[in-house]
């Protein structure tokens, strides 16, 4: 039997569908709040700690309100993840812009926003001067190549990542941004992602640590943060054990100890960008079945489908499921949970152990709080489908209604088949 409950029973789901078809996202606002608190206390020790959360991954302004709520930041890839920041409230150094392959306008919008502005290649201080101009924070990105292993475990292929700039690249473009006036300078890296390991964080920290110190030697740069980035993942198996917050904040501090306190460092700051650990245990996709099939497996179709979480089709990943209702009968039918997509990897789960599915049954797929809706899309024109909130208190707020086929259509607006369109649904209706 499985140890992961989700959020939510499923008379709660009962009263909830009622209003809000399935299938939805649902996130858990104490859950939000609760890892947001444990984050800041496992980094209190740190002067200036700062989660700057990884709107790619949930990027609903509701939540990100949240967060802010919570002492977080945002950390944005794009043009229109600056604006939602921004419409949400996120200030100037309380965003980090964090591209790649960047557009001028978004590099331009990064400016002009005056948030702190991530380098992920040498080429971009001329990029970035030529746009618009070098400000005085700025952080350069870093990607050690090679293969990223704790004790023998290869963890990830930085050697084989688009991301960052070598090791002479970085102490050249810190040289260079001195020159052109920058004042305080930060480093940044991801090396490896999901990790469900407490030593990931620790050991990232030692190599960027004696980076930074390094650095300050050779170039004399004012280091004033280090950000290590996303890739603290979350145990999507029960089996799995979940990263421990404290542990990590604590070998982060050993490593700042060791390395940066006797170097005089010891006013750096520590920020963080996570987003799979903040929001994927607290968000779910709540689907319903809708039909079985027997043929050479034994198959349950659901009315949620890859486009509403497309982890498992294209990761092969792994997503626990509970039948909602059922959570203490034995799993003793194997299934194919199925979406509709006209594409045979569109299965939230393959060969699955689960209590007897009954039409009309609720299954709640966990973790699919971050890169979920997030991932959406709308092959074989389907609709993404609305993000509610659960609320401290209980009630449900719906975050973000579903899409309708006027939206998707939205963009044919000044096209022959606009009125068309709006026709057919119009006598879909009828
Ligand atoms: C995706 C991403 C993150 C968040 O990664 P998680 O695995 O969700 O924690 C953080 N920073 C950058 C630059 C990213 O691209």
Redesign the pocket.
Known sequence: MSKKVPFVTKAQIEEIAKEYPTPFHIYDEAGIRRTARTLYKAFAWNKGFKE?F?V??TPNPYLLQILKEEGCGA?C?SYTELLMSDAVGFKGHEI?F?SNATPVEDMQLAYKQGVII?LDDFTHIEFLEKVAAIPETICC?FNPGGHFAIANNIMDNPGDAK?GMTREQLFDAYKILMAKGVKEFGI?A?LA??TVTNDYYPELAGILFQLAVDLKKETGAHITFI?L?????VAYRPEQKDNDLMVIGEGVRKAYEAILVPAGMDDVRIFT????????PNGGLVTQAIHQKHTYKEYIGCDACAANLMRPAIYDAYHHITVLGKENEPCDHKYDITGGLCENSDKFAKDRMLPKIDMGDYLFIHDAG??GFAMGYNYNGKLRSAELLLQEDGSVKMIRRAETPADYFATFDNGAFADKLNQAIEDAKK
Do not use: I
Request: glycine letters at 12%; proline letters at 0%.
């Open positions: 700057y990884a790619k991954a950390d890839s980090m964090s991530n990105r991301y940044h991801f992602s999901n950000n980035s996303g890739g603290v993942g960008e996570l987003g799979r650990f903040m929001l994927a971050a890169h």
